[in-house]
């Protein structure tokens, strides 16, 4: 059975822990969904992600996939979790936000998205409906509706312009649909409008989805500006489905957005700053290359108990990051997204004990960003 | 106990299958040593290369380490076993042949070598003193004697004058030593002279080394120049100690070489033609990224039961390459790595059974180099 239930909300406040049914498994929530952009988390193999970051599900990009190798190809291998190799539950994008970020020479109509590719300069199109097609390929367990990621600054006439097209759109991906074993997710647009953002989100629940994302954000509009649609909407957003805010963020804006009731979140920053050499760590984000850790026998975090803080010290992670070593890159990303993960796990048992502002405190408390 | 043991012997031929004691384990051989230039076998973490590459032992390049991070902090933390996290055994070369391959402006004097760091341009100086002094300082289990890596190719007085020069570098190596926890190989030189690699064997052996290595080779001088070497003098290394062939080389060069009674390789070629994307398989080299592979649902080998082989089909791996993700070069490392040490085992288990050169000759037959 795929599907949704809370197994327990705080007694005040938004906080709620659940859990999502899918056929390749269940995801407890909060969680965390580690970035797997080309079908590979960078840099770790799927036995990694699992035994050394327990990690419950990946996200792909839709995007990366068409392009390159192909979502036909994929389907004829299998699908995106054999290929690869990933059993757990896995989530795609629509290449909505990708067309807008990565591709040139976009032209945006009524009836979808034409773009260049840039790999190869190829021109591409991407509609609801292929992009519904697309991910069924794939196959993930979750898919998500085709919207336009509203870019900002957006004047409010553009904002609404664009919620509108995407609410359109809502309602072409959920009747381009074929599969019944994945849950379809529709995204919610409208900037930083407080009453743009409640248009979208009463037009997207009235096309009526397994799950809703607040889209659009993380885009340059600022914490402060991300945190009032987030306080805003996140308990608005239906009460029985999961809530996902797409692309964040900081380990401050998972804490600030599970209190506005949010479930699920990517990001790529756990292990992006990795291979740039940034740690996470409970008194905040460490950059290795710094000469102060060059004789340091220490480990990243003397609170963590991954693979890496157990068997490397930082005077040998720096020596590797220096030395542009891959393994600098792995090592790291298994800190990052064990770090990541072992948060939500707190954040999870802190909510079934009720005791998850007391949780978010104490973690705030330690954490310099 | 740190020495070496001959367990058995081919009843013809000169093949032996032995055991290396060290403080840190044993090592089985013939064995293949995985290149961890800079305390890191690239790609892998120390976990990997024991659980899917079953690796015993690891070389780490005393030059490199030199350079960057330097040997007095590397000892300062503990050695170099704890520094990389291989609880292993560790074999350090002495430097010498990477000061001549990959240092510019480099002067060779009677008392040891002055070079140019090509990491900032600063100037260095090895000797046979000093390059035992950091190899202790390293702390490998195995550690080889300062020589000059005769360049080919080389006029037979330019190549009697070099194994001279070695030979009383030997004999310096060796007072030099401090440490008695571990052993301490000497270096034989020669080009392809047969008179001059005889001279250098009789020299070496006469300054008295726990292993003996045959060096320079591999350097230009072409397959059928180095077989001639090998076949003629590995059976005329000293019988009760270990034979080392530095730098060598493909699985056919391995498979010579243990019939010419070597009993220790190093190369990076399984790790370094992982990275460019090149798979070694029983059938001989696989380049993954031709076209052929795009749509290959099958693994890298089918005989192979690797974690890469056991998860991964070919058109996931082109895909990673093309996309030159760095779960490429990882996943192929393990199945290269893997290939060679399952190779090595074969090896040893045929040569228990007195029945290498069958071995020998079923691997040559399929494996098309």
Redesign the interface.
């Known amino acids: 059975m795929t599907g949704f239930q809370i197994i327990n909300k705080e007694s005040s406040g938004f906080a709620r822990r659940g859990r999502i049914d899918t056929i390749h498994g269940s995801v407890e929530t909060p969680c965390f969904m580690p970035v797997g952009t ?3 988390v ?7 992600l699992v035994d050394e970051t327990q990690a419950q599900i990946v996200l792909a990009n839709t995007y990366h996939l068409f392009l ?2 192909g979502h036909e ?1 994929i389907k ?3 699908g995106v979790h054999k ?3 990933w059993s757990g539950p896995m989530l795609t994008d629509s290449g909505g936000f990708q067309v807008f970020s990565l591709s040139s020479m976009r032209r945006i109509e009524e009836g979808g998205v034409t773009f260049r590719s840039p790999i190869d300069g190829s021109s591409h199109h991407l509609s609801p409906e292929s992009s519904i097609e697309i991910q069924e390929a794939l196959g993930a367990d979750i898919i998500m509706a085709f919207d336009e990621c509203t870019p900002h600054p957006a004047t409010y006439k553009e904002a609404r312009d664009s919620l509108e097209l995407t609410a359109r759109w809502a309602q072409r991906s959920k009747a381009a649909r074929k599969r019944e074993d994945n849950l379809l997710f529709g995204i919610i647009q409208g900037s930083t409008y407080p009453e743009l953002r409640g248009l979208s989100l009463e037009k997207t629940v009235e096309v009526g989805f397994d799950g809703y994302a607040l889209g659009g954000l993380s885009v340059g509009e600022g914490q402060a500006a991300m945190y009032d649609v987030v306080e805003e909407f996140g308990p608005q957003m239906p009460e029985f489905n999961p809530r996902y805010l797409m692309g964040v963020g900081t380990p401050e804006d998972l804490l600030v957005a599970v209190a506005a009731g949010l479930d699920m979140f990517d990001c790529v920053m756990p292990t992006r700053n990795a291979r740039n050499g940034m740690y996470f760590t409970h008194r905040g984000p460490l950059t290795i290359k710094q000469a102060r850790f ?2 340091d ?1 220490e480990p990243i975090d003397d609170q963590c108990d991954c ?1 890496t803080c157990r ?3 930082r ?2 992670l ?3 990051f ?2 542009k ?3 600098s ?3 790291a990303t298994i800190h990052n997204l064990n770090f990541y993960n072992r948060l939500m796990a707190g954040i999870r048992l802190a909510l079934e004990a009720n005791r998850f502002q007391q949780f978010k405190n104490n973690f705030l408390a330690d954490y310099k960003a």
């Open positions: 080309k079908a590979t960078k840099g770790l193999t799927p036995k990694q390159r190798p190809l004829k291998l299998g290929f690869m190799g060059r004789e026998p693979y068997n490397f010290s005077a040998y720096r020596h590797l220096i030395s070593e891959i393994l890159s792995v090592l």
